[in-house]
């Protein structure tokens, strides 16, 4: 059973760049599709940025220009550099893996992931 552990996160101050990171533990195997999402008390879990195996990266909007993600998918690791943060980037940030391709390009669909981390949370003080 493949478990992703998450590390990093906590109180941060209005325009720090700290970084996430999320890697396996246990039995691993090469992913197809790494993302990582986020949720509030007050709104559902929501995608914030994905990578393909390729190195194809992609964004939401309110992230975009100022989020970074990378990793490894050969070993189910990635990471989320946040820039320029804004409390309203304040959540739980979890990260996921795909292991196998779906015939549609949704990898905004948490549906699409088939692993989660565990969780970290992020509060930005203005």
């Known amino acids: 059973q493949v478990q992703l552990v998450q590390s990093g996160g906590g109180l941060v101050q209005a325009g720090d760049s700290p970084t996430l990171s999320c890697a396996p533990s246990?039995?691993?195997?090469?992913?197809?599709?790494m993302g990582w999402f986020r949720q509030t008390p007050e709104w559902e879990r929501e995608f914030v940025a994905a990578?393909?195996?390729?190195?194809?990266?992609y964004y939401t909007d309110s992230v975009k220009d100022r989020f970074t993600i990378s990793g490894d998918n050969a070993n189910m690791t990635t990471y989320l550099q946040m820039n320029s943060l804004k409390a309203e980037d304040t959540a739980v940030y979890y990260c996921?893996?795909?292991?196998?391709?779906?015939?549609?390009?949704?990898?905004?669909?948490?549906?699409?992931?088939?692993?989660w981390g565990q969780g970290t949370q992020v509060t930005v003080a203005s």
């Open positions: 246990g039995r691993t195997s090469a992913s197809y599709l």
């Open positions: 996921a893996a795909a292991m196998t391709p779906r015939d549609t390009n949704t990898y905004y669909l948490i549906s699409d992931y088939d692993y």
């Open positions: 990578i393909i195996w390729s190195g194809v990266t």
